[in-house]
């Protein structure tokens, strides 16, 4: 029996989880949410998961400064980072594993992706 893969969505923006939720559960995904950045990343390193959305601005942090870190943590991880403006990329990034996203996210966006 093959493996569910697992997302975790890490945003403050209740509706936008609860959308996404229902998206990837259609899609038979596992999903997780976590809506401040303390809370994310003990979830992140309790799911493990395949896929993961951070928002840029949570309430306790700024989610995107996390990402070097979390990148040397979890490697097979593909990251979606959430944004409702294009900040700057951290440099020591590796582009190949990341997806940039501007709010509103649309469900036919995801589609393309998914």
Known sequence: MEMRKK????????????????????????????????????????????????????????????LPEMYRKHPNIHFHLISAFRPTMPADLDGSKLTIWEKPISLKALDHFF
Do not use: Q
């Open 7 to 66: 997302v975790l969505i890490i945003d403050d923006e209740v509706d936008l989880c609860l959308l996404m939720k229902s998206y990837f559960l259609r899609k038979n995904y596992e999903v997780y949410i976590a809506h401040t950045l303390s809370d994310g990343l003990h979830r992140l390193n309790e799911v493990a998961p395949d896929y993961l959305f951070i928002d840029y601005n949570l309430p306790d942090g700024l989610g995107w400064d996390k």
